[in-house]
């Protein structure tokens, strides 16, 4: 087994958004929650996107943990490796972004790498090595104040220059308007110039597929999902994979039971819980008795779901609407409280599983990798899109059964979003 493209995320959000990218263009997707402690089963498997926690922690762990990736991923055949980052360029001076490229650019002895963090689809662009997010510079936008790494520059010029020693050069949009030969001509004058990696500037979709086309010639790569979409794109118009539909990696039916565990507080999981009421049974737990006597609250979760199971799908929600969650900060354990509530559902997950469950879908991102982590799940299938950014799983696990599960963060999808999900998980 050959892998036509191995990826790095720095954090597991931004894995999944790559890894729904990558699928929706047509290739074959795994992604994986840190390194596989087992091996995998990747025949016929085009892109694995390992998932890792590097982004906020101190640069050497992050070149280490990266570096473990690239190499796993090497073995596994990959012949190019994205290095996947936040779309707007989330890092401070120290890193990340630099020291992991630099060591990505080294052991792989590339000697340049395109560096762009633009996504069209979701605002972020990249002008003259400005990072816009919708029409506003990265540096005037509400991102400018983000709590670990405040972005108080939008040049990315300047702001890779930065991290790393290696010289950093500009890719106008004019030459990328130009076509593939224009953008490989540029970036062998940043080369000559004593230049390893190069910020280029992307405002359309189409200017993703041009950089993507020209990047796969090179061993690394590092950018947003929006250069995951021009490496896939590439890749499928070379013909080195075959395009094939995501919904062919879950369409075979799962059966068992149906359960939904909500861990978000933001107004879209509220909205989205008010609406499944109306369609299916819902429990909601006391957050001061869920953190006073966890475990005695599980057991009382788990004893209301498993008689109710078998008629159809169910909703057991910990969120908490605004005065609530005021309050719980409020506590003198507040720095806790989250972890405690997450570790209670993914303890309630676990039961559920035991139970019979076989389609689970979660709100919440830390909720998320919290049932993740306890459930044992080591990786995913990417299949069908259920909302932007969130696609249905296939679960690959050595230890547990076999199930189809959703992820999404608080705020993301409709109200219907509970409903679409089932849809596509039958």
């Known amino acids: 087994m050959t892998l036509a493209l191995g990826c790095i995320a720095d954090d597991y959000t931004g894995a999944s958004d790559l890894a729904n990218t990558l699928a929706r263009q047509g290739l074959r997707t795994v992604q994986t929650i840190g390194l596989p402690a087992t091996a995998f089963d990747l025949s016929g498997v085009d892109a694995v996107v390992v998932a890792l926690k590097s982004r906020s922690i101190p640069a050497a762990d992050a070149v280490a943990s990266s570096q473990a990736a690239a190499i796993w991923l090497r073995a596994q055949g990959a012949g190019h490796v994205l290095f ?36 069209p689809a979701t605002g972020r662009t990249v002008f003259q090595g400005n990072l816009f997010v919708w029409s506003v510079p990265l540096d005037e936008s509400p991102l400018k104040d983000h709590p670990l790494n405040p972005m108080h520059d939008a040049n990315l010029v300047r702001v890779l220059s930065r991290q790393t020693a290696t010289g950093v050069g500009l890719v106008p949009l004019q030459v990328v308007e130009a076509g593939v030969d224009a953008l490989r001509a540029r970036l062998a004058q940043v080369q000559a110039e004593g230049c390893g990696m190069a910020i280029v500037d992307a405002v359309f979709d189409r200017h993703l597929l041009t950089i993507g086309a020209v990047a796969l010639g090179y061993a690394v790569s590092t950018g947003a999902s929006g250069l995951g979409l021009g490496l896939a794109a590439a890749l499928i118009e070379s013909g080195r994979v075959t395009k094939a539909d995501p919904a062919a990696e879950t369409e075979a039916p799962m059966g068992g039971h149906a359960a939904i565990l909500a861990g978000s507080c933001s107004a879209a999981t509220l909205a989205q819980i008010d609406v499944f009421a109306g369609q299916g049974p819902v429990l909601r737990l006391d957050a001061e008795r869920l953190l006073a006597d966890s475990e005695g609250q599980v057991a009382e979760a788990l004893a209301w779901a498993r008689p109710r199971l ?36 993914a303890a309630i997950a676990e039961g559920l599983v035991q139970a019979g469950t076989r389609r689970l879908i979660v709100a919440g991102g830390e909720t998320s990798g919290a049932v993740v982590d306890r459930l044992g799940i080591s990786g995913f ?15 690959l696990s050595g230890q547990g059964p076999d199930m189809l599960m959703a992820l999404k963060s608080g705020n993301f999808g409709g109200t219907d979003f509970f409903r679409d999900a089932l849809k596509l998980m039958p």
């Open 84 to 119: 996947k980052i936040c779309s707007t360029f989330d890092s401070t001076d120290a890193g990340n972004i630099g020291p992991v490229t630099d060591a990505l650019r080294a052991s792989s002895a590339c000697p340049m790498v395109v560096v762009t963090p633009a996504f």
């Open 381 to 395: 299938r990417i299949g069908p899109e259920i909302a932007a950014g969130v696609p249905v799983l296939r679960a």
């Open 310 to 345: 078998g008629a159809g799908p169910l909703l057991i929600a910990s969120s908490a609407a605004p005065d609530q969650v005021a309050a719980l900060r409020g506590r003198p354990d507040a720095g806790s409280t989250g972890h405690k509530i997450e570790q209670a559902l």
